[in-house]
T-cell receptor
Framework: NAGVMQNPRHLVRRRGQEARLRCSPMKGHSHVYWYRQLPEEGLKFMVYLQKENIIDESGMPKERFSAEFPKEGPSILRIQQVVRGDSAAYFC?????????????FGSGTQLSVL | AQSVTQPDIHITVSEGASLELRCNYSYGATPYLFWYVQSPGQGLQLLLKYFSGDTLVQGIKGFEAEFKRSQSSFNLRKPSVHWSDAAEYFCAVGTLNDYKLSFGAGTTVTVRA
């Protein structure tokens, strides 16, 4: 049973480019969460999605960031016009229906570096 | 405001020695408490969690943690570390029926031979 899969592991972008981070949840999990870890800080909640629905995006920056979890395929975190401050580790987690924070499984993260 | 503090950024311990990682939290509601470990190149793995009941919680890989409400702490311990315990450890806090977790900044553990 594969765990939460994130790709790419490392992503390098120049300022102004777009970054797309992918997350495939564990089999049978219908809830996806994205967290961001800035240097020297703990993981911070960004967004919570179910299939085709954004449930809570209270942790997402208001501009340039968007997330989706389509009916088919992985969840995508998209960052437009990246800036150096977007450099961070982005973690995805998934959980089964209705378990909240009790059964979260995390991926290994995507390290985004903005030059 | 809700917060989680891990006072030690980096700890070095000899193989076979005991390990204790500190975690303090500030939370308005009854907390759910977690410890995660991230080995190099791996995802965060849940070591243990506390929701209620016995305040001494046993986890995987020989780890345990003790919830002390009076001190707002949830320290992680292991009696004898192995080289494979070298990793980054995160304390996290949540509440009942909430899917969000608040994480500390992490403690990096180095194990020397």
């Amino acid at each position: 049973n594969a765990g939460v899969m994130q790709n790419p592991r490392h992503l390098v972008r120049r300022r102004g480019q777009e970054a797309r981070l992918r997350c495939s949840p564990m089999k049978g999990h219908s809830h996806v969460y994205w967290y961001r870890q800035l240097p020297e800080e703990g993981l911070k909640f960004m967004v919570y999605l179910q299939k085709e629905n954004i449930i809570d995006e209270s942790g997402m920056p208001k501009e340039r960031f968007s997330a989706e979890f389509p009916k088919e395929g992985p969840s995508i975190l998209r960052i437009q016009q990246v800036v150096r401050g977007d450099s961070a580790a982005y973690f995805c987690a998934s959980s089964p229906l209705g378990t909240g924070n009790e059964k979260l499984f995390f991926g290994s993260g995507t390290q985004l570096s903005v030059l | 405001a809700q917060s989680v503090t891990q006072p030690d950024i980096h700890i070095t311990v000899s193989e076979g020695a005991s390990l204790e990682l500190r975690c303090n939290y500030s939370y308005g509601a009854t907390p759910y408490l977690f410890w995660y470990v991230q080995s190099p190149g791996q995802g965060l793995q849940l070591l243990l969690k506390y929701f209620s009941g016995d305040t001494l919680v046993q986890g995987i890989k020989g780890f345990e943690a003790e919830f002390k409400r009076s001190q707002s702490s949830f320290n992680l311990r292991k009696p004898s570390v192995h080289w494979s315990d070298a990793a980054e450890y995160f304390c996290a806090v949540g509440t009942l029926n909430d899917y969000k977790l608040s994480f500390g900044a992490g403690t990096t553990v180095t194990v020397r031979a």
